[in-house]
Protein backbone atom coordinates (compact mmCIF):
# COMPACT_ATOMS: atom_id res chain seq x y z
CA UNK A 1 0.00 0.00 0.00
CA UNK A 2 1.48 3.06 -0.70
CA UNK A 3 1.42 6.48 0.89
CA UNK A 4 -1.64 7.94 -0.84
CA UNK A 5 -3.89 4.87 -0.01
CA UNK A 6 -2.68 4.47 3.52
CA UNK A 7 -3.50 7.91 4.24
CA UNK A 8 -7.14 6.93 2.25
CA UNK A 9 -7.60 4.26 4.54
CA UNK A 10 -6.55 6.60 7.58
CA UNK A 11 -9.07 9.06 6.55
CA UNK A 12 -11.99 6.56 7.06
CA UNK A 13 -11.39 4.88 10.10
CA UNK A 14 -12.43 6.83 13.18
CA UNK A 15 -9.46 7.68 15.94
CA UNK A 16 -9.00 8.19 19.49
CA UNK A 17 -5.79 10.66 20.06
CA UNK A 18 -4.69 10.82 24.11
CA UNK A 19 -1.23 12.70 24.08
CA UNK A 20 -1.52 16.35 22.04
CA UNK A 21 -0.92 19.74 23.75
CA UNK A 22 -3.83 22.36 22.59
CA UNK A 23 -0.85 25.29 22.41
CA UNK A 24 1.04 23.34 19.94
CA UNK A 25 -2.00 22.44 17.62
CA UNK A 26 -1.90 26.08 16.74
CA UNK A 27 -0.73 26.61 13.26
CA UNK A 28 1.69 29.01 11.88
CA UNK A 29 -1.10 31.64 10.59
CA UNK A 30 -2.30 31.66 14.12
CA UNK A 31 0.85 32.22 15.85
CA UNK A 32 1.83 35.23 13.71
CA UNK A 33 -1.59 36.65 14.25
CA UNK A 34 -1.14 36.53 17.99
CA UNK A 35 2.70 37.67 17.08
CA UNK A 36 1.22 40.96 15.23
CA UNK A 37 -1.17 41.44 18.19
CA UNK A 38 0.97 41.36 21.13
CA UNK A 39 4.02 43.71 19.34
CA UNK A 40 2.41 45.42 16.50
CA UNK A 41 3.67 43.91 13.58
CA UNK A 42 4.36 41.32 11.42
CA UNK A 43 6.68 38.37 12.61
CA UNK A 44 9.93 37.91 10.16
CA UNK A 45 11.25 35.57 8.44
CA UNK A 46 14.12 35.28 10.69
CA UNK A 47 11.95 35.27 13.94
CA UNK A 48 9.63 32.35 12.96
CA UNK A 49 12.76 30.52 11.37
CA UNK A 50 14.32 30.99 15.41
CA UNK A 51 11.30 30.11 17.03
CA UNK A 52 11.66 26.43 15.50
CA UNK A 53 15.30 26.41 15.84
CA UNK A 54 15.66 24.15 18.53
CA UNK A 55 17.51 20.38 18.58
CA UNK A 56 16.40 18.81 21.92
CA UNK A 57 14.39 18.74 24.62
CA UNK A 58 14.97 21.65 26.68
CA UNK A 59 15.33 23.64 23.28
CA UNK A 60 11.67 22.83 22.39
CA UNK A 61 10.20 23.34 26.05
CA UNK A 62 11.25 26.81 25.30
CA UNK A 63 9.99 27.50 22.42
CA UNK A 64 6.99 26.13 23.51
CA UNK A 65 7.05 29.21 26.31
CA UNK A 66 7.93 31.60 23.67
CA UNK A 67 4.40 30.92 22.01
CA UNK A 68 2.74 30.47 24.97
CA UNK A 69 4.07 33.88 25.86
CA UNK A 70 2.65 35.52 22.48
CA UNK A 71 -0.92 35.41 24.49
CA UNK A 72 -2.66 38.79 25.75
CA UNK A 73 -6.22 37.66 26.79
CA UNK A 74 -8.13 34.90 27.08
CA UNK A 75 -9.80 35.20 23.97
CA UNK A 76 -6.79 33.96 22.16
CA UNK A 77 -7.45 30.74 22.72
CA UNK A 78 -10.33 31.04 20.27
CA UNK A 79 -7.31 30.74 17.38
CA UNK A 80 -6.12 27.59 19.08
CA UNK A 81 -9.45 25.86 19.22
CA UNK A 82 -10.59 26.82 15.91
CA UNK A 83 -7.24 25.17 15.11
CA UNK A 84 -7.50 22.20 16.86
CA UNK A 85 -11.14 21.19 15.66
CA UNK A 86 -9.53 21.88 11.91
CA UNK A 87 -6.64 18.95 12.96
CA UNK A 88 -9.02 16.86 14.56
CA UNK A 89 -11.61 16.64 11.82
CA UNK A 90 -8.58 16.41 9.08
CA UNK A 91 -7.21 13.34 10.86
CA UNK A 92 -11.02 11.99 11.28
CA UNK A 93 -10.14 11.84 15.89
CA UNK A 94 -13.73 11.54 17.06
CA UNK A 95 -12.26 11.49 20.65
CA UNK A 96 -9.41 13.14 22.24
CA UNK A 97 -7.28 13.76 25.60
CA UNK A 98 -5.11 17.20 25.57
CA UNK A 99 -2.77 18.71 27.71
CA UNK A 100 -2.80 22.40 28.98
CA UNK A 101 -0.59 23.66 30.62
CA UNK A 102 -2.04 27.11 32.75
CA UNK A 103 1.66 28.26 34.33
CA UNK A 104 2.48 30.54 32.00
CA UNK A 105 -0.75 32.16 31.65
CA UNK A 106 -1.57 32.48 34.85
CA UNK A 107 2.34 34.05 35.38
CA UNK A 108 1.18 36.94 32.84
CA UNK A 109 -2.06 37.76 34.69
CA UNK A 110 -4.95 35.09 32.99
CA UNK A 111 -7.76 33.97 35.73
CA UNK A 112 -7.76 30.53 35.37
CA UNK A 113 -11.32 30.67 35.66
CA UNK A 114 -11.95 33.13 32.47
CA UNK A 115 -9.62 30.02 30.69
CA UNK A 116 -12.08 27.20 31.81
CA UNK A 117 -14.66 29.36 30.57
CA UNK A 118 -13.51 30.20 27.51
CA UNK A 119 -11.80 25.90 26.49
CA UNK A 120 -15.28 24.54 27.92
CA UNK A 121 -17.22 26.99 25.08
CA UNK A 122 -15.29 26.29 22.54
CA UNK A 123 -15.09 22.41 23.39
CA UNK A 124 -19.00 22.41 23.46
CA UNK A 125 -18.96 24.22 19.81
CA UNK A 126 -16.15 21.67 18.33
CA UNK A 127 -18.58 18.62 19.90
CA UNK A 128 -22.06 20.41 18.26
CA UNK A 129 -21.08 21.69 15.35
CA UNK A 130 -18.25 18.58 14.61
CA UNK A 131 -19.33 15.49 16.54
CA UNK A 132 -15.72 15.49 18.10
CA UNK A 133 -15.11 14.76 21.72
CA UNK A 134 -12.45 16.51 23.44
CA UNK A 135 -11.66 16.46 27.15
CA UNK A 136 -8.71 18.50 28.75
CA UNK A 137 -5.80 17.18 31.38
CA UNK A 138 -4.19 20.06 33.10
CA UNK A 139 -0.76 19.80 32.96
CA UNK A 140 0.44 21.10 36.60
CA UNK A 141 3.86 21.02 34.96
CA UNK A 142 7.39 19.81 36.92
CA UNK A 143 9.13 23.25 35.14
CA UNK A 144 8.26 25.43 37.64
CA UNK A 145 8.18 22.92 40.54
CA UNK A 146 6.17 21.47 43.51
CA UNK A 147 4.60 24.43 44.50
CA UNK A 148 3.57 25.93 41.33
CA UNK A 149 2.61 22.35 40.88
CA UNK A 150 0.22 22.10 43.92
CA UNK A 151 -0.97 25.59 42.76
CA UNK A 152 -1.93 24.61 39.83
CA UNK A 153 -4.00 21.90 41.17
CA UNK A 154 -5.38 24.06 43.85
CA UNK A 155 -7.01 26.10 40.62
CA UNK A 156 -8.40 23.17 38.91
CA UNK A 157 -9.90 21.70 42.17
CA UNK A 158 -11.56 25.08 42.64
CA UNK A 159 -13.03 25.56 39.08
CA UNK A 160 -14.80 22.07 38.27
CA UNK A 161 -15.79 21.77 34.72
CA UNK A 162 -16.81 18.49 32.78
CA UNK A 163 -14.01 19.20 30.25
CA UNK A 164 -11.36 19.21 32.71
CA UNK A 165 -10.85 15.34 33.80
CA UNK A 166 -7.87 15.32 35.76
CA UNK A 167 -3.97 16.22 35.46
CA UNK A 168 -0.53 15.70 34.08
CA UNK A 169 2.72 15.95 34.72
CA UNK A 170 4.91 17.77 31.53
CA UNK A 171 7.56 19.71 31.16
CA UNK A 172 11.45 19.25 31.66
CA UNK A 173 12.24 16.11 32.91
CA UNK A 174 15.46 16.53 33.96
CA UNK A 175 14.99 18.96 36.47
CA UNK A 176 11.70 18.12 37.77
CA UNK A 177 11.93 14.33 38.55
CA UNK A 178 8.27 12.49 38.63
CA UNK A 179 9.62 11.60 42.42
CA UNK A 180 9.10 15.44 43.65
CA UNK A 181 5.48 15.41 42.84
CA UNK A 182 4.12 12.73 44.67
CA UNK A 183 1.85 15.21 47.02
CA UNK A 184 0.13 16.42 44.08
CA UNK A 185 -0.67 13.21 43.02
CA UNK A 186 -1.99 11.73 45.78
CA UNK A 187 -4.45 14.53 45.78
CA UNK A 188 -5.92 13.84 42.69
CA UNK A 189 -6.66 10.30 43.00
CA UNK A 190 -7.88 10.94 46.20
CA UNK A 191 -10.42 13.33 44.97
CA UNK A 192 -11.36 11.40 42.15
CA UNK A 193 -9.38 12.17 39.53
CA UNK A 194 -7.48 11.14 36.18
CA UNK A 195 -3.76 11.67 36.66
CA UNK A 196 -1.09 10.83 34.03
CA UNK A 197 2.58 11.65 33.80
CA UNK A 198 5.41 12.16 30.97
CA UNK A 199 8.18 10.00 31.82
CA UNK A 200 10.69 8.04 29.86
CA UNK A 201 10.90 10.84 27.26
CA UNK A 202 14.12 12.26 28.58
CA UNK A 203 15.16 9.99 31.46
CA UNK A 204 16.14 6.51 31.92
CA UNK A 205 13.62 3.64 33.06
CA UNK A 206 13.76 5.38 36.54
CA UNK A 207 11.67 7.92 35.77
CA UNK A 208 9.14 5.15 34.46
CA UNK A 209 9.04 3.55 37.79
CA UNK A 210 8.80 6.63 40.10
CA UNK A 211 5.60 7.83 37.50
CA UNK A 212 4.34 4.09 38.34
CA UNK A 213 5.09 3.43 41.45
CA UNK A 214 5.21 6.91 43.56
CA UNK A 215 2.39 8.70 41.12
CA UNK A 216 0.45 5.96 40.38
CA UNK A 217 0.01 7.16 36.79
CA UNK A 218 -2.98 6.05 34.88
CA UNK A 219 -0.69 6.14 31.58
CA UNK A 220 2.82 7.36 30.60
CA UNK A 221 3.12 10.23 28.06
CA UNK A 222 6.51 8.77 25.71
CA UNK A 223 7.83 6.09 28.16
CA UNK A 224 10.27 4.78 25.67
CA UNK A 225 13.49 4.23 27.86
CA UNK A 226 10.94 1.30 29.52
CA UNK A 227 12.54 -0.77 26.53
CA UNK A 228 16.28 -0.45 28.98
CA UNK A 229 14.67 -2.53 31.77
CA UNK A 230 13.13 -5.76 30.89
CA UNK A 231 11.46 -6.06 34.21
CA UNK A 232 9.93 -2.79 33.56
CA UNK A 233 8.39 -3.50 30.20
CA UNK A 234 6.81 -6.57 31.97
CA UNK A 235 5.75 -4.63 34.76
CA UNK A 236 3.82 -2.41 32.61
CA UNK A 237 2.18 -5.57 30.15
CA UNK A 238 1.28 -7.29 33.71
CA UNK A 239 -0.68 -4.03 34.69
CA UNK A 240 -1.50 -2.72 31.10
CA UNK A 241 -0.14 0.63 31.97
CA UNK A 242 -0.35 2.33 28.52
CA UNK A 243 2.29 4.18 26.94
CA UNK A 244 1.74 7.10 24.61
CA UNK A 245 4.23 7.35 22.29
CA UNK A 246 5.07 10.23 20.04
CA UNK A 247 7.69 8.96 17.16
CA UNK A 248 8.28 12.18 15.75
CA UNK A 249 8.84 13.96 18.71
CA UNK A 250 11.19 11.36 20.36
CA UNK A 251 13.15 11.08 16.76
CA UNK A 252 13.10 15.18 16.63
CA UNK A 253 14.60 15.57 20.36
CA UNK A 254 17.29 12.68 19.78
CA UNK A 255 18.49 12.19 22.62
CA UNK A 256 17.64 8.52 22.85
CA UNK A 257 16.12 7.84 19.45
CA UNK A 258 18.37 9.19 16.53
CA UNK A 259 16.21 7.67 13.78
CA UNK A 260 12.28 6.63 13.34
CA UNK A 261 13.36 3.14 12.07
CA UNK A 262 15.57 2.41 16.06
CA UNK A 263 12.48 3.84 17.68
CA UNK A 264 11.86 0.95 20.25
CA UNK A 265 7.53 1.25 19.90
CA UNK A 266 8.28 -2.07 17.90
CA UNK A 267 9.99 -3.35 20.22
CA UNK A 268 7.67 -2.04 23.26
CA UNK A 269 4.53 -3.32 21.18
CA UNK A 270 6.07 -6.69 20.63
CA UNK A 271 6.49 -7.26 24.10
CA UNK A 272 3.59 -6.72 24.69
CA UNK A 273 3.07 -3.47 26.29
CA UNK A 274 -0.82 -1.45 25.64
CA UNK A 275 1.00 1.12 23.13
CA UNK A 276 -0.96 4.18 21.87
CA UNK A 277 -0.08 6.85 19.68
CA UNK A 278 0.42 10.16 19.48
CA UNK A 279 1.28 13.25 17.36
CA UNK A 280 2.52 15.20 20.68
CA UNK A 281 3.22 19.03 19.20
CA UNK A 282 2.10 19.12 15.83
CA UNK A 283 3.00 22.53 14.61
CA UNK A 284 6.52 22.20 16.38
CA UNK A 285 7.20 18.48 15.09
CA UNK A 286 5.34 19.16 11.61
CA UNK A 287 3.79 16.07 12.03
CA UNK A 288 -0.12 14.30 12.52
CA UNK A 289 -1.42 11.27 14.40
CA UNK A 290 -2.05 10.19 10.48
CA UNK A 291 1.66 10.85 9.75
CA UNK A 292 2.83 8.92 13.23
CA UNK A 293 0.93 5.71 12.21
CA UNK A 294 2.42 5.85 8.65
CA UNK A 295 5.77 6.28 10.12
CA UNK A 296 5.34 2.79 12.05
CA UNK A 297 3.77 1.21 8.69
CA UNK A 298 6.46 2.55 6.89
CA UNK A 299 9.90 2.96 8.92
CA UNK A 300 8.94 -0.04 10.96
CA UNK A 301 7.14 -2.75 9.80
CA UNK A 302 3.73 -2.21 11.20
CA UNK A 303 1.07 -4.37 9.52
CA UNK A 304 -2.02 -2.54 8.51
CA UNK A 305 -3.49 -5.27 11.22
CA UNK A 306 -1.17 -4.14 13.43
CA UNK A 307 -2.10 -0.36 12.60
CA UNK A 308 -5.95 -1.28 13.38
CA UNK A 309 -4.83 -3.08 16.78
CA UNK A 310 -2.86 0.31 18.07
CA UNK A 311 -5.78 2.44 16.79
CA UNK A 312 -8.04 0.34 19.26
CA UNK A 313 -5.45 1.07 21.89
CA UNK A 314 -5.92 4.33 22.08
CA UNK A 315 -9.92 4.14 22.77
CA UNK A 316 -9.24 0.91 25.51
CA UNK A 317 -6.43 3.26 26.65
CA UNK A 318 -8.83 6.21 26.87
CA UNK A 319 -10.88 7.31 30.05
CA UNK A 320 -14.11 7.28 27.74
CA UNK A 321 -17.07 4.74 29.60
CA UNK A 322 -16.51 1.11 28.16
CA UNK A 323 -19.82 1.00 26.80
CA UNK A 324 -18.20 4.00 24.81
CA UNK A 325 -14.96 2.29 23.90
CA UNK A 326 -16.65 -0.35 22.74
CA UNK A 327 -19.33 1.50 20.45
CA UNK A 328 -15.68 3.41 18.66
CA UNK A 329 -13.68 -0.35 18.45
CA UNK A 330 -16.11 -1.52 16.22
CA UNK A 331 -16.75 1.27 14.17
CA UNK A 332 -12.69 1.01 13.58
CA UNK A 333 -13.26 -2.62 12.74
CA UNK A 334 -16.04 -1.88 10.57
CA UNK A 335 -14.04 1.33 8.71
CA UNK A 336 -11.09 -1.33 7.94
CA UNK A 337 -13.49 -4.34 7.21
CA UNK A 338 -15.15 -2.10 4.36
CA UNK A 339 -11.84 -0.52 2.93
CA UNK A 340 -10.29 -4.40 2.63
CA UNK A 341 -14.32 -5.03 0.94
CA UNK A 342 -13.94 -2.14 -1.45
CA UNK A 343 -10.08 -3.07 -2.42
CA UNK A 344 -8.99 -6.17 -1.52
CA UNK A 345 -5.96 -5.99 -3.63
CA UNK A 346 -4.15 -3.55 -1.09
CA UNK A 347 -4.12 -6.24 1.66
Not at 66 to 92: G, I, M, P, R, W
Not at 109 to 118: A, I, P, R
Not at 246 to 273: I, W
Request: proline share 4%; with cysteine; aromatic share 12%.
Amino acid sequence: MNKKEFFSLLASVPKAELHIHIEAVITMASVKKLYKKRFGNAMSKEEEKSLFAYDDLPGFIAAFLKVQDLFTDVSDFDLVFDDFAKYLEKNNVRYCEAFFAPSAFVKKGFKYSDMVENFSKNIKKIKKEKDITIKLLVDVSRTFGLENAEANYKMFKEVPCEEIIGIGLGGNEVKGPCNLFGPVFVKAHADGFHAVAHAGEDVGPESVWDAVKILNSERIGHGITSIQDPELVEYLKANKIPLEVCPTSNVFTKHYVKAMNEHPVRQLYDAGVLITIGSDDPVFFKTTVSDEYYNLYSELNFTLSEIEDLICNSFKASFLAETKKTAFIKEVHKAFKEYKAAQPELF
